[in-house]
């Protein structure tokens, strides 16, 4: 008989590639809607929730749906059925279904939104377009020399010293620690009332501020000390694998009626919007799904020929001035692709769960 899978462990799953501590401070991600302390049934996947987009989990018997557009941002006063928001909200409740929604997490994320339109355009030596900044803690932890391995181990399995493609990081010193242990203590090694030295290891490690619990706690569980020293320093530093946006290099550079042709199919559209471009090839290329063009100066800096997003306001259009080419494929075919990430991550984590991409198309925008 299979094991049952959780609700909340396709979540935390799915939390671990795409943190919410990465959301941006106006955002709602998580959990929207319902408990997520039982067994699932199925998921289906989708970009926004609408009422057709319930009705398909219902039909298909999925008490999970994820979305990348967060259903509620603001704060309700009532639930009334006055809008689609409160009778999503009312028959996902009816039907038991919870709504979580992954939104500027899976965009910033180093394996999220943008990551997986970069591969499909091939783009090699990618990075953020904008590092987070802020979000890095040092840990500098003292342990008696006859423990630091186990120490640094610990500290990497619970997800501290990856710096960009690196993992296993640390920096590492020796010297001697004193102390004296009071009444009532119990010394690893030492005597109580008598000033004790000790060969120790100074172990330096570079972490996601979210994860600064976990780590710690992973520390002191293998640190052999009563009273463990050790400090967290915040750190100003640019995240090289987090952040808004992405940019990297074609393999080969394209000219620019042929790049602009690759972009429609890569989204599926017939149709884009673009600025005029100071170039006739294309070989770098920034890409932020979504409303992104107020990374333009950044992808300026960065020396991108193109700026691809999903929407942009009428004066970027001129203000870029072909530098980069600023290329609008619409807001919700730009992230029709979180279907895709979010199905990769669950799937391989649970290759025989019920994962459903949503078929009910939710845009709001209609072109004719």
Known sequence: MQEKIYIKDILEVLEHYLPPALQESYDNCGIQVGLADRPASGVLLAVDITEAVVDEAVEKGCNLIIAHHPLLFKPLKQLTAANYIERCIIKAVKHDIVIYAAHTNADNAGRGLNDIIARKFGLKKTRPLEPMKGQLVKLVCYVPGSHAESVRHALWEAGAGEIGAYDQCSYNLTGNGTYRAGAGTQPFIGKQGVLHTEPESLITVILPRYLCSKVIAAMLAVHPYEEPAYDLVSLDNEWATAGAGIVGDLEEEMPVELFLQKTKEVFGISCLCHSCCAVDR???????????????????????????????????????????????????????????????????????????????????????
Not at 298 to 303: D, N, Q, S, V
Not at 320 to 342: D, K, N
Request: include cysteine.
């Open 282 to 368: 294309v070989k770098r290329v920034a890409i932020c799904g979504g409303a992104g063009a107020f990374l333009w100066r950044r992808a300026r800096r960065e020396k991108a020929d193109v700026l691809i997003t999903g929407e942009a306001k009428y004066n970027d259009f001129f203000d870029v001035e072909g530098r980069p080419m600023l290329v609008t494929v619409g807001h919700y075919e730009s992230e029709q692709i979180a279907a895709e990430l979010f199905s990769g991550i669950i799937s391989e984590k649970f290759p025989n769960f019920e994962v459903y991409l949503s078929q009910i198309c939710a845009n709001p925008v209609h072109h004719f």
